[in-house]
Structure formats: C-alpha cells, structure tokens
C-alpha cells in the first residue's frame, strides 16, 4: 500500500497540507524567517506517537471492558544539539486516572501497542532509544 501527501509552499517558510479533509500548516519560528502560522515538522512526531499508541490503548480498553475516566499520553524527547538535529530518545508518559483501574489490563493494553500495533512506534524504535512508564491516579 503506497500513501502520498502533497505539501505546497505558501510564502516564506509556511507550507500547507491536506489530510484527510484536514488542513495542516507548517511555519517556522520568526528567528529563521517564518510567521509562526504553524507548527514545526518535528514536534509532529512526538504528536504522530502519541496519537499512534494513544488510539490503540484506548481501543484494546474498550475490548477489555475498562472505563478509564481520564487519559494522557505524554512525550518526552531528547534532541542533539549539532545538526542535523534529530531526536535520540524518545520517553511515552500514560497516564490513566479512575477509580480501581486493572493494572494488569492497562500494561497488557500499553504493551500490545507498544510491541504489536503502533506502526509508528516500530519505525522510531529502528532510529532511537525507546521507553514508556505507566501512572496510575484515583
């Protein structure tokens, strides 16, 4: 399967896309000639990760029969300081809150995305140290 995205120049440093009937735009900081109209390209991949394993525990939950009352992905990332700057590790954050959540359901739902499902998980993970924890809150 073969997927293509088109990203137009729309002056100075801002490019526009469309995704899925989604417009996304991509602008740089003032400091390097940009308007700040957008985000930046590689935060975009923090986003890509999080939205990745996010969507999957959520849906092997639901499976599960777990009602969490609230959830949070974060990401952490650690960044060289020479070009060509790129992310080195990245750290995933899952934060679960509800009352008398199954720990043992929620790390088998991390651990499946993780290892099995996150597409982009498995692509980072063959260019950079990969690490999650689990917090669990009332």
């Known amino acids: 399967m ?23 735009i991509l602008d740089a900081d003032p400091s390097v000639g940009g308007e700040d109209k957008g985000v930046r390209p590689k935060p975009l991949m923090l986003l890509s990760l999080a939205g990745c394993t996010a969507m999957d525990v959520i849906s092997i939950l639901r499976k599960m029969r777990v009602e969490v009352d609230d959830f949070n992905v974060r990401v952490e990332a650690d960044m060289t300081e020479e070009h060509p700057k790129h992310y080195t590790k990245m750290h995933v954050i899952y934060t679960f809150k509800g009352k008398d959540l199954p720990k043992d359901k929620i790390e088998k739902a991390v651990s499946l995305s993780d290892e099995k499902y996150c597409g982009v998980a498995a692509v980072y993970r063959k260019a950079l140290e990969l690490t999650h924890e689990i917090r669990l809150e009332d």
């Open 2 to 24: 073969k997927s293509t995205l088109d990203l137009n120049w729309t002056g100075k440093m801002s490019f526009e896309t469309e995704m899925g009937g989604h417009k996304v």
